[in-house]
Antibody
Framework: DVQLVQSGPEVKKPGESLKISCKGS????????IGWVRQKPGKGLEWMGI????????RYSPSFQGQVTIAADKSISTAYLQWSSLKASDTAMYYC??????????????WGQGTMVTVSS | EFVLTQSPGTLSLSPGERAALSCRAS???????LAWYQQRPDQAPRLLIH???SRASGIPDRFSGSGSGTDFTLTISRLEPEDFAVYYC?????????FGQGTKLEFK
C-alpha cells in the first residue's frame, strides 16, 4: 500500500526548534513531489510548500517563505518540515501529502495522518 | 493575489438530498488545475475530484465535479450520512497551490 506516515505529536515552548517528518512507503519516493499543509484549530487548509525528493528542489508559499524549511532525504524516503524558532501562532496540525505524478492535473492524492504541533509557554 | 472563494460557508441538508458546492476563482484557471477534497472530523483530507471533473480512485459516483473558467461546482447527488464533512477546492498555478476556505456540509 502507498502511504505516508508522519511523526508523532509535539509540545514545544516558544523559541524552540523543531523538525517533523513524513515517511513514504509503497512507491518510488524520489519521483513524487511532497507538499506540506497547515491547519490551525478549527480553520481551513493552508499550503506551505513542496519538495521534489529526487533532487530536493523546493517551492514555498509566499506566506511561509523564510518561516519554515522543507527538506527531504530520498535514501530513507523521508521528508521534513522544520522551524528554527517556534511561535505560539505555529500551533496547528501539519499534513504532508503526495502530489500526483507528472505536470498535468496537479493535486494531492495521498495524505499523511497529520502531526499536531502545540507551542505554549 | 489569486483567491478561491467557496460558497456557501455552511450548507444544511438532509440525507438523500442533493448538494451543490461552489468554488469561484479570482481569475480564469485551467480546468486541469482544479481539485476537490473532503475532510471528515479528526481525519486528514481526502482527494475526491481532480482535473475539475475526474473522480479519484475509490470515490463513489454520487460525487461529481463540473465547471470551467472561474466557476466550479462539486455536486453530491444523494447525500449519505458519511458525506457530512468539510469540502475544500484547490488550484495549482505558477508553482503555487491555493485552497479555498471550505464549505461545511451539516445535518439539517
Amino acid at each position: 500500500d502507498v502511504q505516508l506516515v508522519q511523526s508523532g505529536p509535539e509540545v514545544k515552548k516558544p523559541g524552540e526548534s523543531l523538525k517533523i517528518s513524513c515517511k513514504g512507503s509503497g512507491y518510488s519516493f524520489g519521483r513524487y513531489w511532497i507538499g506540506w499543509v497547515r491547519q490551525k484549530p478549527g480553520k481551513g487548509l493552508e499550503w506551505m510548500g513542496i519538495i521534489y525528493p529526487g533532487d530536493s528542489d523546493g517551492r514555498y508559499s509566499p506566506s511561509f517563505q523564510g518561516q519554515v524549511t522543507i527538506a527531504a532525504d530520498k535514501s530513507i524516503s523521508t521528508a521534513y518540515l522544520q522551524w528554527s524558532s517556534l511561535k505560539a501562532s505555529d500551533t496547528a496540525m501539519y499534513y504532508c501529502a503526495r502530489r500526483s505524478y507528472g505536470s498535468g492535473d496537479p493535486c494531492f492524492e495521498i495524505w499523511g495522518q497529520g502531526t499536531m504541533v502545540t507551542v505554549s509557554s | 493575489e489569486f483567491v478561491l472563494t467557496q460558497s456557501p460557508g455552511t450548507l444544511s441538508l438532509s440525507p438523500g438530498e442533493r448538494a451543490a458546492l461552489s468554488c469561484r476563482a479570482s481569475q480564469n484557471v485551467s480546468s486541469d488545475s482544479l481539485a476537490w477534497y473532503q475532510q471528515r472530523p479528526d481525519q486528514a483530507p481526502r482527494l475526491l475530484i481532480h482535473g475539475a471533473s475526474s473522480r479519484a480512485s475509490g470515490i463513489p459516483d454520487r460525487f461529481s465535479g463540473s465547471g470551467s473558467g472561474t466557476d466550479f461546482t462539486l455536486t453530491i447527488s444523494r447525500l449519505e450520512p458519511e458525506d457530512f464533512a468539510v469540502y475544500y477546492c484547490q488550484h495549482h498555478g505558477n508553482s503555487l497551490f491555493t485552497f479555498g476556505q471550505g464549505t461545511k456540509l451539516e445535518f439539517k
